[in-house]
């Protein structure tokens, strides 16, 4: 029963930090086409300007992570303008955006090598504490993660459902040229989504440096986890990836306890290669019949 | 002059001028990078049929070349097979895993085949990575991938034998060879019948299709073809180094490799070589400055992708056309 309740509680964290790491890259996608490779290096930079303005800039912790979900939303406009935009104006975008969205990640994530230096540093918004479920000690840290991670999914579902925002956004990834025919602007959506999407990167680089710790290279390993999330749900399916993120995070956190940590990563793809030779678009994702 | 006459009169160029070069500068330093710049060059020509003829998104070309390096090197170092023998072996090897990635991402589109083959690769590098267990004993503990460290003695092609002081020339000029091979293979699948299905496939799917081409089994023979010569290259590459590691499947190799693809040119025939040569030679210029190294390599490669999307063949073929 002990380990049913730990396995349930670090499942649920890991959980809920791949869904915000990965609402951002399926609203991006959804909308754009987009595959962000630079969105483990946003998340990152999230981490370390959290850490930068609270240890440098004396700032209060909830600013600071304000401050880093204003830089990494104003990064996510930078790639809107200086990548998406020339690139949607050509041919193959899904190809060269990937491509390019590869350089940029390498950009950040080697400028912040330069900036922070390659040791691990601990991020200092924490939350001491813990709560006591029969004989399991849960940190505060990690109720903390769950509740911070529930807030910032009801209100990206609140912006989708409820917003004249986020009726655009549905529009555009249901069909760009008919949202574009009926007066939606389309670039001021991606532009939206982009910046979004790098706030949210943020906010779940700073919850996932609070559990392990700050390194450069820190984004690589949620960024493949969330791109999983979003192939097993379906590119673009934002619902779908909640849902499968926290599926996810539960089946990673029983194969750690089950197999070891050693084999946890390695079955969590096995199953993902699965999927997808049974379902090539996704758990949740609707099959587009080509028409030739 | 038709285009296949063209390709042939650039490639014996090259190989002259590339042949000659030993005796020009007989430098050490300069030998062991252009053998280097052969092993990648390999790579990157193999992969550029994949991702620029055949349209696959495929990542995984960098872990078949860890296999064939793997393979060579626990063909020799388990169960003593001479190098010359294990090399083509691992070439099969790769072609085995390739087929089998090939399979998988058969049903999948665009991004999926990225992200899958993305993951696959990973996968391989975790589960060396974590492997801890001695599965030998002899000369310390060793996994059965070498962990961490890799595997080493497992022989070597005879070269550094026969000739002890100018080995790294001999291993040139092996290198030469297996990149000659891999080029000439490399126009026969473009201009060849392969090349003509995907063209017809890309320029019209219907038709192409009802004309009974699969897109499957081209794919697939797309994928075996270039999995072979990379799984050569990887081998090459573990004789020369003598070492193999898990520092094959590291993301700024493969970072370095699609920035030779994109900024030579996807899908032609000289534009990836192209790419490989300025890239490391770009490379060696950047070397004063190491830690801009990768930070050079970001820009350059998302720089060329928006402002010249053909890279440098594309840029070359317009001034030729504006001329004439």
């Given amino acids: 029963m002990d380990v049913l309740i730990q396995i349930i509680a670090s499942g649920l964290t890991l959980g809920a930090m791949y869904a915000v790491a990965t609402i951002g890259l399926s609203l991006v996608y959804g909308s754009l086409n987009m595959l962000n490779m630079a969105h483990g290096a946003i998340l990152t930079l999230g981490g370390y300007i959290c850490y930068a303005a609270i240890v440098h800039a004396g700032l209060n912790p909830a600013l600071a992570l304000l401050a880093a979900a204003f830089v990494c939303a104003l990064v996510g406009l930078l790639i809107y303008f200086s990548a998406a935009l020339p690139l949607l104006r050509a041919e193959n975008f899904e190809t060269n955006i990937f491509i390019a969205t590869i350089g940029i990640g390498s950009v950040i994530e080697n400028l912040m090598l330069k900036g922070f230096g390659p040791y691990p540093i601990p991020q200092p918004l924490a939350v001491e504490g813990q709560v006591v479920i029969g004989n399991v000690h849960i940190p505060l840290q990690n109720v903390f ?30 069909n760009r040229e008919a949202a574009q025919l009926m007066g939606v602007r389309v670039g001021r959506v991606y532009a939206q989504v982009l910046a979004l999407s790098g706030a949210l990167a943020a906010v779940s680089g700073v919850m996932i440096s609070s559990i392990a710790t700050l390194t450069p290279v820190m984004g690589a390993d949620p960024m493949l986890k969330a791109f999983i999330v979003c192939v097993v749900a379906g590119l673009g399916n934002v619902y779908g990836a909640v849902i499968a993120a926290i599926a996810l995070g539960l089946l990673e956190a029983a194969t750690q306890y089950v197999l070891g940590v050693r084999w946890s990563f390695a079955t969590l793809l096995l199953l993902v290669i699965l999927v997808l030779i049974w379902r090539p678009y996704g758990l949740f994702g609707k099959q587009q019949v080509v028409r030739l | 002059m038709t285009s296949i006459r063209r390709d042939i009169l650039i490639g014996l160029v090259c190989l002259a001028l590339a042949a000659a070069l030993p005796l020009a500068m007989p430098g050490r330093y300069v030998i062991t990078q252009s053998t280097l710049f052969f092993i990648w060059a390999i790579v990157v020509v193999q992969w550029n049929l ?20 793997y393979a060579t090197a626990m ?42 083959t993305l993951a696959i690769a990973q996968v391989m590098y975790v589960l060396i990575v974590n492997d801890t267990d001695c599965f030998t004993t002899t000369g310390g503990c060793m996994p059965l991938f070498g962990g961490v460290r890799g595997i080493g003695q497992f022989g070597d092609i005879g070269l550094r034998a026969l000739f002890p002081s100018k080995w790294y020339i001999a291993h040139y000029y092996v290198g030469l060879a297996l990149l000659a091979v891999a080029v000439t293979i490399s126009i026969i699948v473009i201009r060849g019948p392969l090349g003509l299905a995907f063209r017809a496939l890309r320029d019209n799917p219907g038709y192409a299709m009802s004309r009974g081409i699969s897109r499957f089994k081209y794919q697939l023979w797309i994928f075996a073809v270039s999995a072979f010569f990379t799984g050569i290259a990887g081998g090459f590459y573990a004789v020369h180094f003598r070492v193999v590691g898990p520092t094959v499947f590291s993301f700024s190799t493969l970072l370095f490799l699609i920035a030779m693809i994109v900024i030579g040119g996807l899908g032609s025939i000289w534009g990836p070589l192209l790419g490989a040569a300025v890239l490391m030679l770009a490379d060696e210029g950047m070397r004063e400055l190491s830690d801009y190294r990768n930070i050079g390599l970001g820009l350059l490669l998302a720089v060329f992708v928006i402002a010249w999307p053909n890279g440098l063949n594309g840029w070359l073929q317009r001034s030729r056309a504006g001329r004439g």
């Fill in chain 1, 145 to 174: 993660i769950l509740g911070v991670a529930i807030v910032l999914m009801v209100a990206v579902a609140i912006l989708l459902q409820r917003t004249s925002t986020g009726r655009a956004i549905r529009a555009t990834s249901m």
């Fill in chain 2, 50 to 69: 994949v991702l620029g003829i055949g349209g696959i998104f495929s990542l995984a070309q960098m872990a078949l070349f860890a296999t064939g390096a």
């Fill in chain 2, 75 to 116: 063909l020799g170092f388990y169960w003593k097979v001479p190098m010359l023998a294990a090399i083509p072996m691992a070439g099969v090897v790769s072609v085995a895993v390739g087929m089998l990635i090939g399979l998988a991402c058969l049903r999948l589109r665009g991004p999926y085949v990225a992200l899958l």
